[in-house]
């Protein structure tokens, strides 16, 4: 661990979603890893080496160690608290966020702006005051882009269920092809054989005559966020409501809506030797 700490110091102006997969440095760790340690030892992607205490990093160091060898025990990521959530599943709050930052923006990188916060203790204080406590509910989800909504709205779930295979297995996913009903949502069933089908966005806002796409922002001030806008092109936008999100329940994710595939692993290779 001390020598991964040692390469990591020489390094502080970057930031720690850099640093940790530069594999010349940190060999071994991959994107979810990167994701899920910074969540587990509470550190913001976005903090600078310099800004970290050796303490920190030497945590950071090993819950990246323990999550890639819990990865390497079960075959497949241990748990995902951040990575591809809508809500953080450490403090049940509907606040990660998600953008494409530092060297690599090929990559997406997720964290909790509550549990990884990038200012100092007594702001944090400040601002722990201002959220709520009470655990995520489907009738307690962020409604606007900057806070975080105490409102009760009665919505029934999706209504498709498959005959067969029930509610269970159904996945929310995104018309890619370039039709005229490209990046509308629909859902079907898990097993390849099943052939159910059920438009599940025939909730949302029309324009321009056709249902208005729901979109994840990456950017760095409202990364996190769904929109709408006009599946048409004529500019429309929205921020989405409680009334547009809330009928998806979990099925709704980032990547699952991504309109081009992911691929996303951790590489855990070496890991055990290096750190």
């Known amino acids: 661990a001390y020598s991964v700490l040692e390469a990591l110091l020489k390094r502080p102006a970057n930031m720690l979603a850099d ?17 899920e340690a910074l969540h587990d030892a509470k550190l913001n992607p976005k903090r600078l080496v310099s800004q970290c205490s050796q303490t920190d990093l030497l945590r950071l160091i090993q819950k990246c160690r323990d999550f890639a ?44 702006s509550h549990c990884q916060l990038a200012i100092d203790e007594k702001e944090r204080t400040v601002i ?6 009470a655990p995520l509910s489907q009738k307690n989800v962020s409604s606007s882009p900057s806070s975080i909504s105490k409102s009760s709205i009665s919505l029934p779930p999706l209504p498709a269920q498959c005959p067969q295979h029930g509610s269970q297995k159904l996945r929310l996913k995104r018309v890619r092809k370039a ?11 898990q097993p390849q054989q099943c052939k159910f089908f059920a438009w599940a966005d025939l909730h949302l806002k029309k324009c321009c005559r056709s249902v208005c796409t729901l979109k994840m922002s990456k950017t ?5 966020q ?31 809506l991504s309109f081009q595939k992911h691929v996303s692993c951790g590489i855990v290779t070496n890991l055990k030797n290096n750190t």
């Open 19 to 35: 640093v940790i997969l530069d594999q010349s440095r940190f060999p071994g760790v991959g994107n979810i890893i990167k994701i």
């Open 69 to 112: 060898m819990l990865w390497l025990k079960r075959g497949r990521a241990p748990y995902k608290n951040v990575y591809n959530q809508t809500h953080c599943q450490t403090c049940k709050l509907q606040t990660v966020k998600i953008e494409k930052m530092g060297n690599d923006l090929s990559r997406t990188t997720f964290w909790c």
């Open 128 to 133: 722990s005051k201002l959220l709520p406590r």
């Open 179 to 189: 039709t005229l009903n490209q990046g509308r949502l629909f859902l079907n069933c």
């Open 220 to 224: 760095s001030k409202t990364g996190g």
């Open 226 to 256: 769904w929109f709408l806008t006009c599946s048409k092109g004529c500019g429309y936008f929205a921020w989405a409501t409680d009334k547009d999100l809330q009928p998806f329940g979990k099925k709704l994710t980032p990547f699952s």
